[in-house]
Nanobody, 115 residues
Framework: QLVQSGGGLVHPGGSLRLSCAAS????????LNWYRRSPEKGRELVAT????????NYADSVKGRFTISRDNAKNMGWLQMNSLRPEDTAVYYC??????????WGQGTQVTVSS
């Protein structure tokens, strides 16, 4: 399973860090993704990081502001979000996927960017 923490309410320009704790599966062999869902945009893939030493990819809307990372020894993943904007408001989900299409989702956490 994936258990998320972090999130909440932040002013525009602020920062938040989301955490994702993995258990019960071989985390290091899974790609870690962060998605977000909002009424306006639906579901959006925000960032991806490969399993063992894999590279990262970001949605254009968050490049230069968000950073995805992981520590396989600790079975942890993070999404550092800086320079937050109102349009970043969404429910954020961590997601792990394997090469044989297994998927695991976190429970989701609300991020609200508002003054």
């Amino acid at each position: 399973q994936l258990v998320q923490s972090g999130g909440g309410l932040v002013h525009p320009g602020g920062s938040l860090r989301l955490s994702c704790a993995a258990s019960g599966f071989p985390f290091e062999y899974y790609t870690l993704n962060w998605y977000r869902r909002s009424p306006e945009k639906g579901r959006e893939l925000v960032a991806t990081i490969g399993g063992r030493g894999g590279g990262t990819n970001y949605a254009d809307s968050v490049k230069g502001r968000f950073t995805i990372s992981r520590d396989n020894a600790k079975n942890m993943g993070w999404l550092q979000m800086n320079s937050l904007r109102p349009e970043d408001t969404a429910v954020y989900y961590c997601h792990a996927s394997s090469a044989d299409t297994r998927e695991i989702w976190g429970q989701g956490t609300q991020v609200t960017v508002s003054s």
